[in-house]
């Protein structure tokens, strides 16, 4: 079973904030609300966006390529680590 599967309900609730994040900037545009206003809920249905990518991605490293009973020593924890950061770092 893959993480995406397993973490079925977690993502899902996820992706229904986001939704409701991106319709509070239709209503906001809808309403006229000032370009400020408009920019600062495009700005988190930004970082939500990269936050869920960001846990898929990390997901996916951990469990479809450095999966230790899957894959043995095929990577280190030291460089998955990084690697991790490195994402989380650039999906900010």
Known sequence: MTHTV????KLL???RRIRGQVEAIERALESEAGCERVMHLIAAVRGAMAGLMAEVVEDHV?????D???HPGALDEDAAEQLLELVRTYLK
């Open 68 to 70: 230790p009973e899957k």
């Open 6 to 9: 397993r973490d079925k309900q």
């Open 62 to 66: 951990l469990h479809h390529l450095v």
């Open 13 to 15: 609730g996820r992706v």
